[in-house]
């Protein structure tokens, strides 16, 4: 039989008249070469597969939906069966089952070399439940060969499996496609077409459509422009599923022996079953081989894409296939992603790596990914890349020029200290400067743009900066780190904020910067109190201020008296804290440091607010308010709306707190400081509580529960629970506070945070009065009691005896509520009017039930000065 080598019968000439690439061709005369009588056919069913996997392990989930038995579009890449993936990756999708009766179905199944997309293919071919009464063919395509199959080849083998004799296959490709596409028609039949390059392969073999069949294509692209496919993006092996397989091929026996090992095998093969079948071949082949022994050989990055061959069997070719087919530009680009030092990335990193334009590298990425050489990770165009896979990209790295590595190594280092100062930036409004509006830096141009970035590299930024101290570059760390701890500040994101710490204070002791060593001294102590660590954080802080003073560095030591009150503040004892607020604020003013000055004058209102001066404090939180907006500073901006927010709900004037609570939560949440956002709507919750909204502000704290369990910040989720019990209790829902308050109390004392433990037991208190047990509250209440005396803490031992005293109150035990009122009007120095009224109220009521009227009389007189 003989073709011209340069036609293709690949279906395009149908749809210029049909617009269907898989109905009858109408271009040319169509020739059924079945109609006239011919010699018998082969009554035997066609059957070409391979055979069978033996030792096939897991994808019970994925068989279940391409053999119909399950009704879920979305389809797990694990390989375990249990509809999970390893890691976040996501899964593909392979459709639903065999759809409407008599519709044909086409399943691409895809993922990155040696993930077993072939074996997935015959243990489906083989499968009993399949229904192909008309036979099952196979065809490798040889997509990686040079010269790959054509369809031509394909459709003839095909037809002679069907019972067509050579003598009557046509030699022009058109009718060979009418005659291949006769003979499928009306047959229920499974085809494989494995190892697929590119679609135009694919399009002619496809049946004509309507009778059942299921054609099962097996590629290392994923075939994008195949129409109507359903897709399989295979995953490798989850650690489960790699150890039942291992135990499979090897024997449990053997496995279980030293299951470290072999879990420790696993991990270095990264879950990808080509990997693991070398190494189980390997265990097989050499009865002498330990699995401890092996796992030495894997453990050395150098040696493992070494050690992962058995026989013909090797990784490293199966990567190069697909590498060798990359152009020039997916080659350069798959190289240098070998020093990515993160987990993932974007076309940011990558065009710092190579050298190309943003378009062009995220050009480079798609093509990296259809090749599946890389995989998606979550995020608009981010990508990772799977630990052989990386080994085998630092290889081709290693053909390149040392120089050349280099120069690619310090772009990108340059790209992430570009962007951290872009970023903070356009988060606390500071003007951009000259060097960073000119190349060498990511389009940052807002601060949705800044929050973005943070969210997406600055975890990736932090091994970068690890990376060069280990270049020995100590002086460029120093302020790369500076800068990374201030967007894990003001984004909220605690992990990458200490490790940029870390990283720096290293970088300052090998440089002997003892100032840049007491900023991040500083940054620690801040880290700390966030955290809510208020007694280390104070050791740390006072420690530089000493050094400040010492040195007479009048700006450290401006700084360190701020955050020193601020700690002063935290831990309950204000009329420490102001003066030095007042040295910091004189000694910021002198130096023209507006922006520290800013925030003084917020920790000074907030002294004045803790010490009853609500006025005062008003004004200064009014003042800073003025100054952030001026500037820009977001950041400062919104604390110092929720902090003006919170002072106007203890003076009484609630309907103007919320909308100034409303907008910081705002800006927290297009920050992207969870943290913040916490605060906030912990915050804008018991403002909502105090004017009655009680669902509204249940479902509020209920929110910033989970908001918190999704960060791990273990404080403000029992905060939380224990608010939202309070609410429960004011709705009547008793039995269903009382677990929440038990559960926050008990979580606090762990955590040693006795400041939200005081206010807990408080709640817990309260609740314990609402379901009657009167006595258990007072003992809550004694716990509490204690550990505010025991720090000196005044103003919450005044609010929790004016708690104490309502509690008692509604239980109708006029003594207890006498003692606690009076206990409140002594402690509280000048508590707001509406709280003094309601204390007064309760103490004449409980003399008067007590039948002590002259002190009924004094708090009536008291009440006539006071007003209603």
């Not at 109408?26 to 009554?43: H, I, K, M, Q, Y």
Request: hydrophobic share 40%.
């Amino acid at each position: 039989m003989k073709r011209a080598p340069t036609v293709r019968a690949d279906g395009t000439s149908s749809v210029a008249v049909g617009g269907d690439a898989h109905g009858p061709i109408l271009t040319n005369p169509v020739f059924n070469v079945f109609a006239a009588p011919g010699p018998e056919r082969p009554s035997a069913l066609p059957r070409t597969l391979p055979p069978q996997p033996a030792d096939f392990t897991g994808r019970e989930e994925e068989i279940g939906r391409i053999l119909g038995r399950a009704g879920d579009r979305s389809v797990s890449g694990s390989g375990d069966g249990s509809g999970g993936h390893s890691g976040d990756r996501p899964g593909g999708a392979a459709g639903d089952g065999p759809g409407p009766e008599g519709a044909d179905r086409v399943v691409v199944i895809t993922g990155k070399p040696g993930v077993g997309k072939t074996a997935l293919a015959l243990h489906l071919a083989h499968h009993p439940d399949g229904d192909f009464p008309d036979g099952r063919l196979y065809a490798d395509l040889r997509g990686m060969a040079d010269r790959p199959s054509t369809p031509e080849d394909v459709m003839a083998r095909f037809l002679l499996a069907l019972g067509i004799p050579q003598a009557e296959l046509p030699g022009d490709p058109d009718r060979l496609l009418d005659a291949y596409r006769l003979a499928l028609s009306g047959r229920r039949l499974l085809l494989v077409l494995d190892n697929a390059t590119e679609e135009q392969q694919v399009r002619p073999l496809l049946p004509p459509g309507g009778d059942g069949a299921l054609v099962l294509v097996t590629s290392r692209s994923r075939l994008a422009g195949l129409e109507g496919a359903d897709r399989l993006d295979l995953d490798t092996f989850t650690p489960g599923t790699a150890l039942r397989f291992l135990r499979q091929v090897c024997g449990a026996e053997r496995i279980d022996r030293d299951l470290l090992a072999a879990e420790a095998v696993v991990g270095y093969c990264g879950g990808l079953p080509l990997a693991l079948r070398i190494t189980a071949n390997r265990l097989v082949t050499n009865p002498r081989l330990s699995t401890a022994a092996l796992v030495r050989e894997l453990r050395d990055e150098h040696d493992r894409l070494e050690a992962l061959k058995a026989g013909d069997l090797t990784v490293r070719a199966a990567f190069g296939l697909s590498y060798g087919r990359l152009n020039k530009a997916a080659k350069s680009t798959f190289r240098r992603l070998s020093q990515v030092p993160g987990e993932d990335f974007g076309p940011g990193v990558c065009a710092a790596l190579t050298g190309f334009g943003l378009r062009e590298a995220a050009k480079a990425l798609r093509r990296l990914a259809e090749a599946n050489l890389i995989e998606p990770a979550p995020g608009d165009e981010r990508y990772r890349l799977h630990d052989l896979l990386r080994l085998y990209s630092k290889e081709q790295l290693a053909e390149e020029g040392a120089e050349s590595v280099t120069a690619a190594a310090r772009r990108m280092h340059e790209w992430y200290f570009h962007a951290a100062e872009r970023t903070l930036c356009h988060l606390n409004g500071m003007p951009m400067p000259q060097a960073l509006q000119e190349g060498g830096a990511p389009e940052i141009a807002s601060s949705e743009d800044a929050v973005r970035w943070a969210e997406a590299d600055l975890s990736g930024a932090i091994p970068a900066l690890r990376q060069l101290l280990r270049l020995a570059a100590p002086d460029s760390v120093v302020s790369f780190a500076s800068a990374l701890a201030d967007v894990g500040e003001m984004t909220g994101r605690w992990r990458e904020w200490d490790e940029a710490i870390t990283v720096g204070l290293e970088a300052a002791e090998q440089v002997e910067n003892q100032d840049f060593k007491a900023v991040l001294l500083l940054q620690r102590a801040e880290l700390a109190r966030a955290r809510r660590q208020f007694r280390e954080g104070m050791e740390i802080a006072q420690e530089v201020s000493a050094l400040a003073e010492a040195e007479g560095n009048a700006l450290l030591l401006a700084t360190s008296d701020n955050l020193v009150a601020l700690l002063y503040m935290s831990l309950g004892t204000p009329a420490q804290a102001r003066p030095l607020l007042e040295r910091s604020l004189r000694l910021s003013q002198e130096l023209g440091d507006h922006r520290l000055a800013s925030r003084v004058l917020f920790n000074l209102g907030t002294v004045h607010r803790a010490q009853g001066d609500f006025e005062t404090a008003v004004e200064y939180f009014r003042r800073d308010l003025r100054f952030c907006e001026e500037v820009q500073d977001t950041p400062g901006t919104a604390e110092a709306l929720n902090t003006l927010a919170t002072t106007l709900v203890e003076v009484g004037d609630r309907a103007a707190a919320e909308p100034y609570q409303r907008r910081a939560l705002d800006i927290f949440r297009q920050l992207g400081n969870g943290y913040k956002e916490s605060m906030v709507l912990n915050d804008l919750a018991v403002t909502i509580r105090h004017q009655g909204r009680y669902e509204e502000a249940l479902g509020m704290h209920l929110a910033d529960a989970e908001l918190c369990a999704g960060l791990g910040h273990r404080s403000g989720e029992a905060l939380a629970q224990s608010n939202a019990a309070i609410v429960l209790t004011s709705l009547g829902r008793n039995e269903e506070a009382l677990p929440l308050a038990e559960e926050a109390v008990a979580v606090l004392a762990e955590l040693g945070d006795d400041q939200w433990l005081v206010q807990g037991l408080g709640i817990h208190a309260v609740v314990l009065f609402a379901v009657g047990e009167d006595d258990e509250a007072g003992r809550s209440a004694g716990r509490a009691l204690e550990i505010l005396d025991q720090h000196g803490w005044r103003r919450g031992r005044a609010e929790l005896h004016f708690n104490l005293a309502i509690g008692y109150d509604k239980a109708g035990r006029p003594r207890e509520t006498l003692d606690h009122a009076e206990a409140f009007l002594s402690l509280r120095e000048r508590p707001s009017e509406q709280l003094r009224t309601s204390a007064l109220v309760m103490a004449r009521g409980a003399a008067a039930e007590l039948g002590d009227e002259a002190k009924a009389l004094r708090y009536e007189e008291l009440l006539s000065t006071t007003g209603p």
